[in-house]
């Protein structure tokens, strides 16, 4: 069973805390605290991890705006794409890790019409940032994805996309596990609560959960995952809201008590109860799953550039990334005790990885006595 698999039936059940050394930001002795001491689940601004925050507009037929994350001014540029239903904040103890000196770019979208996650059309918007942004002669930049970033990766650079890319990255996604795992897709979104009574909360689960094993990632990753219910603003707004629904229904349906004005009222309880609930419905996307993951393999082999695999777990390759990887054509590490979200339960190990790989093919020099750790797969 895959990484991806496993979070999706597990990841109800409780994390094991990683091991010391496991190469998360937090020590198994913060993770482990002693009887009595309550964990802290309050958010985490984005400006501790990141130096700003600029829009892009893309003049496209979808009208885009998007969100860049910036930190660092040496170095290749380093273009990080989340996976889907996350958002850049996931990169965050990432970005600062004291292993990577480069330029880090982390994305966010606003679109008019945001159910389009085509990978095409993300594909296109990767691209079209990157020329908003450096114009015709753009840095030497590595792109860098987790799952359907990963995917969306490869997409990009396979259409040559960015003139200026060195470099190559998937974490924990292949393509013969993540057809597989869109089976039971809907079943695994279906399990997620659907709102949170906090941030807080949201976080808490999060980490209870194992979605996220790193409770400092998740303290600021969580915030860019969830948002605020339309329409509550206070517990005086949520009240005259429901009175205005039964008003209404009353004048439609005198005298009578129907099921269509009693969900409504249901439903309004729980948006002033739980007043967070998920940024991105992402069963709704459904149709283009499919488009994200299949052919995704050859895709990756056939870019002529520099790659890097990342997994949580080597459970089983396809066949075409198997072969690829006996051949060389790619470098592939697992990394041991994470999760799904590699980057964020242990982003110490997946920026040595990375830092080694720039080193590797000359894209980046070693400072400050840094040693190469080669895996061994």
């Not at 992402?282 to 052919?295: P, S």
């Amino acid at each position: 069973m895959s990484a991806l698999e496993k979070s999706m039936h597990l990841g109800r059940l409780p994390s094991r805390p990683p091991l010391p050394g496991s190469g998360g930001s937090q020590s198994g002795a913060k993770m482990r605290m002693g009887p009595g001491r309550k964990r802290d689940f309050s958010p985490v601004p984005w400006s501790q991890y990141f130096e700003s925050m600029e829009d892009v507009e893309v003049e496209n037929e979808t009208g885009k705006d998007i969100s860049f994350a910036k930190c660092g001014s040496e170095g290749p540029v380093l273009l990080l794409l989340h996976g889907g239903g996350h958002s850049a904040l996931s990169w965050a103890v990432f970005t600062v890790s004291r292993l990577l000196i480069v330029q880090v770019n982390v994305s966010e979208t606003k679109v008019k019409n945001p159910e389009d996650l085509s990978a095409e059309t993300m594909a296109k918007d990767v691209g079209n940032v990157v020329e908003a942004m450096y114009g015709d002669l753009p840095p030497p930049i590595m792109l860098i994805g987790h799952s359907m970033g990963g995917a969306i990766a490869v997409h990009t650079a396979s259409s040559n996309l960015v003139p200026s890319l060195l470099g190559l990255c998937m974490i924990d996604v292949v393509e013969g596990t993540a057809m597989d795992a869109l089976n039971s897709m809907q079943n695994f979104l279906r399990g997620r609560p659907k709102t949170f009574k906090s941030l807080e909360n949201a976080i808490e689960w999060s980490v209870k959960s194992g979605q996220i094993r790193n409770l400092e990632s998740a303290r600021v990753s969580m915030v860019g995952q969830v948002k605020q219910c339309e329409g509550i603003t206070s517990p005086e707004g949520s009240k005259s809201i429901v009175e205005g629904i039964i008003e209404e229904e009353e004048e439609d349906e005198e005298g009578s008590e129907s099921i269509s004005k009693r969900k409504k009222e249901d439903d309004m309880e729980t948006k002033k109860d739980h007043p967070y609930t998920w940024r991105i419905e992402l069963a709704k996307t459904e149709k283009y799953w499919d488009g994200w993951f299949r052919g995704l393999s050859n895709l990756f082999l056939s870019c002529p550039i520099p790659k890097l695999l990342l997994l949580a777990g080597v459970d089983r390759l396809d066949k075409d990334l198997t072969i690829g990887q006996m051949q060389g054509k790619f470098q592939m590490q697992v990394l041991p005790q994470c999760g799904h979200a590699v980057h964020e339960d242990a982003p110490d190990k997946v920026a040595e990885a990375v830092a080694t790989f720039l080193i590797r093919h000359r894209f980046a020099e070693p400072i400050g006595g840094f040693q190469c750790v080669f895996p061994g797969c």
